[in-house]
């Protein structure tokens, strides 16, 4: 599959979820019903992955985790806020730029039209 046939299965997966339970749930209520709808397409994920990160020598194995993790090629981060904001932007993007992917959605599910929660972020980042 391709990464926009991905993105569209995951996305179908949440306008289910949305639908479904509508706005004003906690995220963490949004992601176990993501969980299910993906599986229940079987589509691959892991849930609540941990992403090092590298800093120098180092390697950064703390704080970092994504909601999901799909397919090995998309990022999924779940939000139930007020709006997206620049900060959800730029953490999606950060862990696109340490797992070296080129796409995440963000979603947020406090909506009431999940068409106006989606974020699509694309990693332009070539490294050094």
Do not use: W
Request: proline share 2%.
């Amino acid at each position: 599959m391709t990464l926009n046939e991905i993105s569209r299965k995951i996305i179908g997966s949440a306008i289910k979820v949305h639908k479904k339970l509508g706005p004003g749930f906690l995220e963490t209520v949004y992601q176990a019903a993501l969980a299910y709808e993906l599986k229940k397409d079987n589509i691959k994920f892991e849930k609540e992955k941990n992403l090092p990160a590298a800093y120098e020598n180092i390697i950064i194995d703390i704080g970092f985790r994504c909601d999901f993790l799909i397919e090995n090629s998309i990022i999924v981060e779940c939000k139930s806020t007020k709006a997206i904001t620049q900060i959800h932007e730029a953490r999606l993007l950060n862990y696109l730029k340490i797992t070296g992917l080129q796409l995440g959605l963000l979603i947020n599910f406090n909506t009431m039209n999940l068409i106006n929660g989606l974020k699509r972020i694309v990693n332009n980042f070539k490294g050094e």
